[in-house]
């Protein structure tokens, strides 16, 4: 092979690689415009059975405020998809999220509506309404703007990324399997731990489902993705804390519909179909391995999940019912909602209670430190107790074995009632667009875009307040620091572009347009042959994939 067909295989080489790395550009190299056929088969479906089930059910104005509810959920998506906005959707998933939380228990009311009027439950659908479109207006501006990549960046080394990913998912997978064998290393190590164990896997989850998606992985390595990812979930699951895993099956799937380009519709339904199945058994797993004195063996995790699917299906309506069933044993969608807690403080905040002003963020300075350095420090969940007992949820000895479901956004009310819900939002909206930003134009293996990943797994599992949210993005962005120490390198950036070497690209396409509107002749061999400009800019075009400095080219006779 002769030094030209050698430097010709480099030079394609790179190109195929800068390609690779191009995932994480601004513009992902996947079909909009399946995802966008997607979008709209999936709004149309969603909007039509919403209709069909609350037909007769709810009056015009809760209509018109939930139709409204329901179109901001939908904006962001919409925006992403037609190319508007670019990046990594994490607010489009975001804003779906409010669907089964807020959405579709208002739609298909329920007893619970009695206890409200027809103005008080406007109040709070226009509530949640307005704070996803003023977090929406601001995300879409702060990504609209962000336009220039940087020179260098942290990453990944790509010849080596696939089993060190890898190594990141077994991480995980061996903490979650001897979960209990890491809880009796002291509180001040395991949080520690779980932060960067949970932090490493989500990084292997998104970039193979990606590749999954692509059909870029080999058998060998998606084989034990599987295995892996099937062990991680039964684990989680198996808590009896489903919005453990919400992260991870969030985060899977999100990889996997962009690196395919569109919804995979009969794997997401059946997700969704086993998460309501569980969700509807919860209560009686809950009594009996939280309550009672039955406790939880890997051994026999057939059994356990036999057993929490039957109450599932009990619950559903299928197969026998138990006699004296729970009363309180409710639909799927009643009870992963928030509405209803969202109605009752509205309700009685400022009439019967007074705002709390700040007391559920007292605590969040305190909570970023780890445990380590202060083992007297408040839980995460603080915010979550002292909704709880101020509302009269729960008493104050029911704080520690159950725990109420708040967002930040009810949270935000109960402090500084409309004012602060519209600070959270501009909130909200500039941390998602800077994060946005900050992972477009890099590569997929680059921290700014693993950072965004973990970003939309800390979302995907935000049914709860501030602190909570707080804490664990600080834990993840430590951990992906920690990580960047260990496995990153700084280096040019492949999606990087000076700005003349932009302008030497524009010109000569011009003057390819030019050639072809002229309709110039065939050349003959001699003036096939390149010149010296030619030479010299075939060097420097393949220096840049290089990153190298363009060598001087030196035109002997007989070159051209």
Not at 3 to 32: F, T, W, Y
Not at 192 to 209: E, H, N, P, Q, V
Request: aromatic share 14%.
């Amino acid at each position: 092979m002769t030094k030209a067909e050698r430097d010709q295989k480099n030079l394609e080489k790179k190109r195929k690689m800068a390609q690779v790395l191009d995932m994480g550009g601004i513009s992902l190299p996947i079909s909009r415009g399946g995802l966008l056929k997607g979008f709209w088969l999936f709004a149309a479906g969603f909007l039509g059975w919403l209709f069909w089930e609350s037909r007769g059910q709810i009056n015009g104005e809760t209509v018109l405020v939930t139709m409204a509810l329901s179109l901001t959920c939908f904006l962001p998506a919409w925006l992403w998809c037609t190319g508007r906005v670019s990046g990594l959707p994490i607010f489009p998933v975001f804003g779906l999220s409010f669907l089964p939380t807020y959405v579709i228990p208002l739609w298909r009311g329920g007893v619970w509506l009695s206890d409200y009027s027809e103005a008080e439950i406007a109040t709070a659908g226009w509530t949640v309404a307005g704070f996803l479109l003023v977090s929406t207006l601001i995300w879409q501006q702060i990504c609209v703007r962000a336009q220039k990549a940087p020179a260098k960046i942290f990453m990944i080394e790509r010849v080596r990324s696939e089993w060190i990913l890898m190594g990141c998912l077994i991480a995980q997978t061996i903490f979650e399997i001897g979960i209990y064998f890491f809880k009796d290393l002291g509180e001040g190590i395991f949080p520690i731990l779980r932060s960067f164990a949970a932090s490493a896997g989500r990084l292997g989850l998104f970039i193979f489902s990606y590749q999954i998606g692509k059909k870029e992985l080999s058998k060998g390595y998606t084989y034990l993705f599987v295995a892996l990812t099937a062990a991680i979930v039964i684990r989680q699951t198996s808590s009896l804390l489903l919005s453990t895993v919400f992260a991870t099956i969030g985060v899977l799937f999100a990889g996997l519909i962009l690196g395919r380009g569109k919804i995979p519709w009969g794997s997401l339904a059946l997700t969704v179909f086993m998460i309501g199945v569980l969700q509807l058994g919860k209560v009686e797993m809950r009594e009996k391995y939280f309550e009672g004195e039955k406790t939880f063996a890997m051994g026999d995790t057939l059994g356990f999940f036999t057993e929490w699917i039957s109450f599932g299906f009990k619950n559903m309506g299928f197969g026998s019912r138990q006699e004296g069933r729970r009363e309180d044993a409710r639909s799927v969608t009643d009870r992963g909602s928030l509405i209803q807690v969202m109605l009752r403080i509205q309700q009685k905040t400022p009439s019967q209670l007074p705002y709390l002003e700040g007391a559920t963020y007292r605590y969040i300075p305190e909570m970023l430190i780890p445990r380590i350095f202060n083992k007297e420090k408040v839980w995460a969940h603080a915010g979550n107790m002292i909704l709880s007992v101020y509302y009269e949820f729960l008493e104050r000895e029911q704080i520690f074995k159950t725990s109420i479901a708040f967002d930040p956004i009810i949270e935000a009310y109960a402090n500084f009632g409309y004012p602060g819900v519209f600070v959270f939002a501009v909130v909200m909206g500039i941390l998602i667009g800077a994060v946005t930003a900050f992972s477009c134009r890099v590569p997929m293996l680059s921290f700014g875009f693993l950072f965004g990943v973990q970003l939309l797994a800390v979302l995907l599992a935000s049914f709860n307040t501030t602190g909570v949210l707080v804490t664990s993005l600080w834990q993840s962005f430590l951990s992906l620091v920690g990580l960047s120490l260990i496995l990153m390198k700084k280096l040019p950036n492949p999606l990087f572009v000076s700005s003349r070497a932009g302008q030497r690209m524009e010109a000569q396409s011009e003057r390819e347009r030019e050639r072809e509107r002229e309709g110039e002749r065939d050349p003959t061999s001699l003036q096939a042959s390149p010149t010296r400009e030619d030479l010299r800019r075939f060097e420097s075009e393949a220096a840049q994939l290089r990153h190298e400095r363009p060598q001087r080219f030196v035109y002997r006779k007989g070159n051209g």
